[in-house]
């Protein structure tokens, strides 16, 4: 029997609040099963401390299936999970968010785009080039979270990322990969690049 898989998302949301990137309840973590449908963070709760409660599962068309708690409400950013597993069918895991790092970095973007720098971690997001020239897409964000989603879906659709991450303006990163850990190792590295955007500003 294989292990629920809430468990790894549970182990990483609890280092991501370690290390300062979901404090005061901010992002959502999901994973998709077999069936399609996705287990995501429930609205509003600390994520140093998560139990397999504190998730709702979510059939593709975004309506809730299953909820351990009645209490629950879905992630206010569902739709943005939803529309990532929709478009790329490969996805198992969809990670978000918020760093100060992120959200400094998002302000040197320029034309819906933050170039990233050419640095070997680029490797760790998939792009095996000599001195990659990397974008990553950056989002308004807006009230109406659903807006966001509708953005994501309309410009992946026409121009698919480089990487499989997004920035949302003055808000925070998201990533997505095949499974709960290469979601992980994509945010870290996304992170990374993050923290080195905003010390070189610093320092040259
Ligand atoms: C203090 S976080 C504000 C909402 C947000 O951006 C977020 O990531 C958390 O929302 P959720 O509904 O998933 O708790
Ligand atoms: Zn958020």
Not at 43 to 72: A, M, Y
Request: aromatic share 10%; glycine share 6%.
């Amino acid at each position: 029997m294989t292990s629920d898989p809430r468990s790894a998302v549970i182990a990483a949301a609890r280092q991501f609040y370690q290390l300062g990137w979901m404090v005061g309840t901010a992002g959502n973590l999901s994973v998709r099963l077999e069936d399609s449908s996705f287990w995501i963070t429930a609205s509003g709760k600390q994520k140093g401390d998560l139990r397999d409660r504190d998730f709702v599962r979510i059939n593709p068309n975004g309506t809730v299936i299953e909820s351990p708690n009645p209490n629950n409400r879905p992630s206010a950013e569902t739709s943005i999970h939803q529309t990532i597993y929709d478009l790329f069918p490969d996805v198992c895991a969809c990670y978000h968010v918020h760093s100060v790092e992120a959200n400094i970095a998002a302000n040197f973007s320029r034309d819906g785009y933050l170039p990233l720098p050419p640095l070997e971690m680029i490797k760790g997001l998939g792009i095996w080039q000599e001195n990659p020239e990397v974008k990553i897409p950056v989002f308004e964000n807006h009230l109406a979270v659903r807006d966001i989603a509708t953005e994501v879906r309309d410009r992946f659709q026409a121009a698919p990322p480089d990487i499989p991450a997004l920035l949302i303006r003055n808000h925070g990163v998201t990533v997505w990969g095949s499974s709960p850990t290469v979601a992980q190792n994509y945010l870290e590295i996304a992170e990374y690049l993050f923290r080195y955007l905003v010390v070189a500003r610093q320092i040259t």
